[in-house]
């Protein structure tokens, strides 16, 4: 079974407009992490924002909040006020355990283009 | 501080040949990952390093992939004979010594593609 779903392949957002990334995660064990990322064309991975399974608050950095729904294991990423250069490749990932040492285990990704 | 550095960028090899790919981690950077990442995919873990230790390598195809970290700071990737389904792009990523409850946060460097004729 997928771990991670990222169910949309591809998005568009008007510049300066808000745009959602979903990400849903199948995990049984009480303690895991949820992270971003961002792959530009460069093919460098960009850490973007990371939520941990006991923190209360959805997680923010910046223009990056996630919005974390427990209950539906969802972690969706919001993108504020998008700017030309947020056009890439996100990638969902989590880290399953408390101690942190596990494997990161990527979603497939969606491609988001930002139009001027 | 300098980045995750990997090279070559770009390899292209036929099939059944040999090919090795080289990383440096960010100095102080006790974990060292390589990942696969297939055209249109996600990567995917083939190997973690503690120092110069293997922690995982359950998805590393073990009879043509090899990796090692020796003195625990930069690492090699190879893969002999390649097949076509290696075609990827291969990333090295680092990250300090994990800490409970912390996010430990893995830094990728450029990666190293390669085609597989």
């Known amino acids: 079974a997928q771990k991670i779903t990222q169910t949309q392949p591809g998005m568009f957002v008007q510049e300066k407009e808000a745009v959602t990334l979903d990400c849903t995660y199948d995990?049984?064990?009480?303690?895991?992490?949820l992270f971003w990322y961002k792959q530009p064309s460069s093919g460098e991975m960009i850490f973007l924002i990371y939520?941990?399974?006991?923190?209360?608050q959805n997680a923010t950095e910046g223009r990056y909040s996630l919005n974390f729904q427990k209950a539906r294991k969802s972690a969706n990423l919001v993108i504020s006020a998008s700017q030309l250069g947020d056009s890439a490749m996100y990638f969902c990932?989590?880290?399953?355990?408390?101690?942190?040492?596990?494997?990161?285990?990527f979603g497939q990704g969606t491609t988001l283009q930002v139009k001027p | 501080e300098a980045g995750v550095a990997q090279s070559p960028r770009y390899k292209i090899i036929e099939k059944r040949q040999s090919v090795a790919f080289w990383c440096n981690p960010i100095?102080?950077?006790?974990?060292l990952y390589w990942y696969q990442q297939i055209l249109g995919q996600g990567p995917k873990l083939l190997i973690q390093?503690?120092?110069?230790?293997?922690?995982?390598d359950s998805q590393l195809p073990k009879d043509r992939f090899s990796a090692e970290r020796l003195k625990g700071v930069d690492s090699t990737l190879k893969i002999q004979p390649a097949k076509l389904e290696d075609s990827a792009v291969y990333l090295c990523?680092?990250?300090?010594?994990?800490?409970?409850?912390?996010?430990?946060?893995?830094?990728f460097g450029a990666g190293s593609r390669l085609t597989v004729l």
């Open positions: 990523a680092s990250s300090l010594i994990p800490v409970t409850g912390g996010a430990n946060v893995l830094t």
């Open positions: 995990t049984s064990d009480p303690s895991y992490g």
């Open positions: 939520q941990g399974s006991y923190d209360q």
């Open positions: 990932a989590m880290r399953e355990g408390l101690s942190n040492t596990g494997k990161l285990i």
């Open positions: 100095s102080g950077h006790a974990t």
């Open positions: 390093f503690q120092n110069n230790g293997v922690v995982d």
